[in-house]
DNA sequence: GATGCGTGGCA
DNA sequence: TTGCCAAGCAT
């Protein structure tokens, strides 16, 4: 076996001294906690992270006690960690790694990808990371630091551009170190090759980035242009019966599916407040609505769109609601509203209602 | 290949 | 206030 090269050993070297301490992070692994943690930390930041595993893996601490668990609870762990599709594909791998692997998380790369929710990125990483895996766990991390120090010009974002790293880096570990030089890696992306403001002075990689001699650091990553967010004015309706307040379950595969809200939608053009909430009442809960004063309005940016959110009060419900395009709707006590998983927004009404009453 | 999918932090 | 970014996946 021949030795790395210089610039993998003060990669290694930098990581053994430098790399962070995380939850997740052990001498021998559990994969499940690998797993978990990988799944939680897609397009979000460790420290976000870091309170929602824990929570977790103190309820869920085994794969064959998350396959059990009801996917309400499922979701009420997860709330606030966005993208809640996650938690449900997460909860349905866990059933089928009991069911199929007989609770054993699968080791290989390929096998691992055919769970969902499992993806390139995460099958490399669980598989590396956990294992021992020969396997090239290409995250956005990497991508920005690999794009520096090769001096790729290729947009990342991009399958040739994810091709064009992938050929640079494989293999570049000594056997059997994959896990190490993937975390090293996104340690380094994290705490030194950072998106804005890089530590160049501090990074090990230095004598060897491309960037770094041509003095193109701030130019790379190339990435393509997003698009503009749009924004929409929205309405929600909240109608009190007794102790009681009325909640619809959002459809499983649409934005924040399985959670529950406050009834609405967006006001269109032309459209007032009010109106809009009649329409949306009759068309998802099938009753006409009375609307009433405004209780507040909520900003807020979802992933590709903003919202102004005014929820409003309905004083009378004609008929009884069913979920015309809702999975289920209820009529919740104020005092359990906690229970029942929500969005942000979502939230932060039920909180001023809990407040008021 | 492009788009849909949350939330929080930062300039 | 707005845009950008952060350990991606599914379609």
Redesign the pocket.
């Known amino acids: 076996m021949s030795s790395p090269a210089p610039w993998v050993q003060a990669l290694l070297d930098w990581y053994a001294r430098q790399g962070r301490a995380?939850p997740w992070r052990r001498a021998h692994p559990d994969p499940y906690a690998v797993w978990v943690?990988?799944i939680m930390?897609?397009?979000?930041?460790?420290e976000?992270v870091e309170p929602y595993f824990r929570r977790w893996m103190d309820r869920f601490p085994t794969v064959r006690a998350l396959a059990q668990a009801d996917e309400q609870e499922v979701l009420r762990l997860w709330e606030?960690?966005?993208?809640?599709?996650r938690a449900r594909?997460l909860l349905a791998a866990a059933r089928e790694v009991v069911a199929r692997y007989g609770g054993q998380v699968p080791a290989d790369p390929a096998e691992l990808a055919r769970l969902?929710?499992?993806?390139?990125?995460?099958?490399a990483?669980i598989a590396s990371i956990a294992y021992g895996r020969d396997a090239l766990a290409l995250?956005?991390?990497l991508r920005?630091v690999l794009a520096r120090f090769f001096g790729v010009e290729t947009p990342v974002d991009?399958?040739?551009g994810q091709r064009e790293l992938a050929a640079l880096a494989q293999g570049a570990w000594p056997a059997g170190r994959a896990g190490d030089f993937n975390?090293a890696l996104?340690?380094l992306?994290?705490l030194v090759c950072?998106?804005?403001a890089p530590r160049c002075e501090d990074c090990p990689l230095r004598p060897w980035c491309r960037a770094y001699a041509e003095g193109r650091v701030a130019d790379l990553p190339r990435?393509?242009g997003?698009?503009?967010?749009p924004h929409h004015t929205v309405v929600a309706g909240v109608a009190r019966r007794g102790e009681t307040v009325l909640l619809a379950q959002r459809p499983a595969h649409?934005?924040?599916g399985g959670l529950w809200e406050f009834p609405g939608g967006k006001v269109e053009p032309g459209e007032d407040l009010a109106a809009a909430l009649r329409r949306e009442w009759r068309e998802e809960l099938g009753v006409d609505a009375e609307p009433g004063p405004e209780l507040g309005v909520f900003?807020?940016?979802?992933?590709?769109f903003r919202i102004t959110l005014h929820a409003l009060s309905v004083l009378r419900v004609h008929g009884e609601p069913r979920p015309l395009q809702a999975a289920a709707v209820r009529w919740v006590p104020v005092s359990e509203l906690a229970s029942y998983p929500m969005?942000?927004?979502d939230r932060a009404i039920a909180r001023q209602l809990q407040s008021s009453s």
């Open positions: 995380l943690s990988e930390l897609q397009q979000t930041r460790v976000t606030g960690l966005g993208y809640y599709r594909q969902p929710g499992i993806g390139p990125y995460t099958a990483a995250d956005g991390n920005r991009t399958p040739a975390q996104m340690d992306g994290a950072t998106p804005r990435k393509r997003r698009a503009r967010v649409k934005m924040l900003r807020h940016a979802y992933s590709h969005g942000k927004v």
